[in-house]
Every structure is written in structure tokens, then in C-alpha cells.
T-cell receptor
Framework: TQLLEQSPQFLSIQEGENLTVYCNSSSVFSSLQWYRQEPGEGPVLLVTVVTGGEVKKLKRLTFQFGDARKDSSLHITAAQPGDTGLYLCAVMTTDSWGKLQFGAGTQVVVTP | NAGVTQTPKFRVLKTGQSMTLLCAQDMNHEYMYWYRQDPGMGLRLIHYSVGEGTTAKGEVPDGYNVSRLKKQNFLLGLESAAPSQTSVYFC????????????????FGPGTRLTVT
């Protein structure tokens, strides 16, 4: 059983459309990270959210941490082909040392 | 500043063969990690190191060994490769971000695609 459940698993949309992907858990976290992984590359950190209810914006990407700090969402406005990639959420494990546990990811494909 | 580099990029092994994957980072990070990525399963931690000369097991350590003789390098070894070890392997490094409290950002290498036949 995955600690973090990401949905949907796959999303294909056309350029200019909006999309939202979700990261859910039954556990409470002190912080949550979102990474994007492009084909043939390693994941790259997009944002870290640490406060319940926090909203962070990164250009056309909006990240929200749930009030109870159990879930998070990523919303992309007016998606572009450059947004194509695997979006992963991750949380620190309870025994720290910077170890992260990742969700399985949402594969997003944006076609021109 | 190359960040995190991994060699080789691709490798094909026969069952029972051995190999070593090399990870190097030039950011003076204390912590380093090895993950494997399989379809539908995300990234799973194999082993990690919190400093030169120290290593510890992660979630899926069986069949792998690691060494961290120098701070900048973290080696992952497969002593007797099995088809179940066919995967994409990622190395990452991190430091504790004081500015964001206990949040750790991990910096990843480009990955090694390993096929065991």
C-alpha cells in the first residue's frame, strides 16, 4: 500500500486547457514536496509546502497543501507542451535523514 | 557546476553478472541516496548515506551494496544481477535547508537504465 496516492495516473490534454492532479494520504505530514520529471531526466523540485492551507504559485502552476496537511493538489492553468512530464509528490519519512517517500506519480501529456 | 552525475547511462547485463554504478556530486552535500524507478511504483529508496564512510538500508536494499569512501561519491553495486533488477536507477543528494526548517530538497542525477537478461 502506497503512503501517498496520486491521481489520476495519466492525463492527456490539449494546449491551453487546465488540469489538476492530486496527492492524498491518511497520514499527516510536516511538509510535502512536488517534483517534475521529464523523459530521460531525473526529478526536479518544483515546490515545498509546509503550512496547512498554504497556496504557492509558480508561474502557471498553483500548489495547495490541505488544511489538515494530509493532501495536496497541483493545478496548471493554460497548459503548454513544456508542462509534459511525470509529476511526483513526496514527503519526508518519520526517521528523517532527509529521506523521502514518493507517490507513484501522474503522467501529464500536453499536445499542441 | 555539474550537480549530480551518474555513469553509465545505459547498461545491459546477463543474469549473474556484477556491476557498479557511480554517482558523483559537486555541491558538497552530506546526504546521498540511491533509488530505483519502476513503472507505476514511483521512486523507491535502495540505500542512503548521511556522510562519508556511513551507509544505511532503505526500503528495497536486497541484492545491492553501497559504499561512500569519499563525500562526493556514492557507489551502488550489484553482485549477482537478476532480471528483477531491471530498472532505472537514480542517485540524489541533499542538505538540510535551514531556511525552510526541516525540509530537504533532493537533487537528482539523470539516471542509469539497466536491463538484466
Amino acid at each position: 500500500t502506497q503512503l501517498l496516492e496520486q491521481s489520476p495516473q495519466f492525463l492527456s490534454i490539449q494546449e491551453g486547457e487546465n488540469l489538476t492532479v492530486y496527492c492524498n494520504s491518511s497520514s499527516v505530514f510536516s511538509s510535502l514536496q512536488w517534483y517534475r520529471q521529464e523523459p530521460g531526466e531525473g526529478p526536479v523540485l518544483l515546490v515545498t509546502v509546509v503550512t496547512g492551507g498554504e497556496v504557492k504559485k509558480l508561474k502557471r502552476l498553483t500548489f495547495q497543501f490541505g488544511d489538515a496537511r494530509k493532501d495536496s493538489s497541483l493545478h496548471i492553468t493554460a497548459a503548454q507542451p513544456g508542462d509534459t512530464g511525470l509529476y511526483l509528490c513526496a514527503v519526508m519519512t518519520t526517521d528523517s535523514w532527509g529521506k523521502l517517500q514518493f507517490g507513484a506519480g501522474t503522467q501529464v501529456v500536453v499536445t499542441p | 557546476n555539474a550537480g549530480v552525475t551518474q555513469t553509465p547511462k545505459f547498461r545491459v547485463l546477463k543474469t549473474g553478472q556484477s556491476m557498479t554504478l557511480l554517482c558523483a556530486q559537486d555541491m558538497n552535500h552530506e546526504y546521498m541516496y540511491w533509488y530505483r524507478q519502476d513503472p507505476g511504483m514511483g521512486l523507491r529508496l535502495i540505500h542512503y548515506s548521511v556522510g562519508e564512510g556511513t551507509t544505511a538500508k532503505g526500503e528495497v536494499p536486497d541484492g545491492y551494496n553501497v559504499s561512500r569512501l569519499k563525500k562526493q561519491n556514492f557507489l551502488l553495486g550489484l553482485e549477482s544481477a537478476a532480471p528483477s533488477q531491471t530498472s532505472v536507477y537514480f542517485c540524489a543528494s541533499s542538505y538540510s535547508s535551514r531556511a525552510s526548517g526541516s525540509s530537504y530538497e533532493q537533487y537528482f542525477g539523470p539516471g542509469t537504465r539497466l536491463t538484466v537478461t
